[in-house]
């Protein structure tokens, strides 16, 4: 209780606290997982960026994802698994713009937003993603970009043969005793226990078929206007550092930031990552745009 002779802040501002309303969200983040992952693994930094106060947040779960029920050996296409993406895009008002950040794969569903929209696309963020202009068209593309987990032994992957044994895999998994290993390096043991119990499998076919050339034929100068910016993992034992490179150099961003960290800094560098989202986003200009 006060006592006699002082006032509240908002007494002396002349605000009631029954009228005063925070300011909206400067900032809409839409947040897109990498393989396996689902929108659980943004858990950390949707609190973080809501908490600051400048960020509206969405967070996809790509089909088969998350709580998505559809079942990773039905899906054929890429543009099936990144459907519930690019919905959230169609769904947006034609004068929005959004930052949208993908980690690992999830680059490839950002890129294909970036022909699809990218005038509702103010910055698009590579969080140690697959970074390819046209998606995996060419062998070099497979190179740089596909994780090549093969000294971890035969046995790095649960693989799911939908299509009969002597075909080749619908799905996959990095093996659970693998995963601190692989993905969370430096990340805190109760959160590689968390994806232990979500992580769900990842469909291959659709992945294998992401390809952005002759249907985007026409998009393709637009989404050119779409600024990027990536953010290197530099403890990274999916997507390699030498590989991030190699998609940086061949597709150059407009910036390109380090972590010291693992393959996952949702999880082992949240306020870092959280703060460099910020400085992304409000440096994104209005005159930078894509119209």
Excluded at 81 to 90: G, I
Aim: glycine share 6%.
């Amino acid at each position: 209780m006060e006592s006699e002779g002082t006032s509240s802040s908002s007494a002396r501002s002349g605000i009631s606290p029954n009228t005063y309303s925070a300011p909206a969200p400067t900032h809409h983040v839409v947040l897109v997982h990498g393989v396996g992952h689902g929108s659980w693994c943004w858990y950390k930094i949707r609190t973080l960026l809501e908490s600051s106060g400048h960020c509206r947040v969405s967070c996809v779960d790509l089909a088969s994802a998350g709580v998505d029920r559809t079942d990773a050996n039905t899906l054929e296409s890429f543009q099936e698994y990144n459907k519930p993406l690019l919905d959230l895009m169609a769904s947006l008002p034609e004068n929005e713009q959004v930052v949208v950040v993908g980690h690992s794969a999830g680059g490839l569903s950002v890129t294909e937003a970036s022909h699809k929209f990218p005038s509702k696309i103010r910055v698009a963020v590579y969080l140690a993603a697959t970074m390819l202009k046209h998606g995996f068209c060419t062998d070099r593309d497979v190179l740089d970009a596909v994780p090549d987990l093969s000294r971890y032994g035969e046995n790095v992957n649960e693989l799911e043969f939908a299509k009969g044994p002597n075909n080749p895999p619908t799905s996959a998994k990095v093996a659970t005793h693998l995963l601190r290993e692989i993905l969370y390096n430096t990340s805190p043991p109760e959160d590689c226990t968390l994806a232990a119990m979500l992580l769900k499998p990842g469909p291959l076919i659709a992945l294998q078929s992401a390809r952005f050339d002759d249907d985007y034929a026409d998009d393709s100068a637009a989404a050119e206007g779409v600024e990027r910016v990536y953010i290197k993992t530099m403890q990274d034992n999916v997507v390699k550092p030498e590989q991030q490179d190699a998609m940086i150099n061949r597709w150059p961003p407009s910036r390109v930031y380090t972590l010291d960290c693992d393959h996952s800094p949702f999880f082992s560098s949240p306020f870092l990552l959280t703060g460099l989202l910020l400085n992304i986003a409000a440096a994104a200009p209005a005159a930078a745009r894509a119209t």
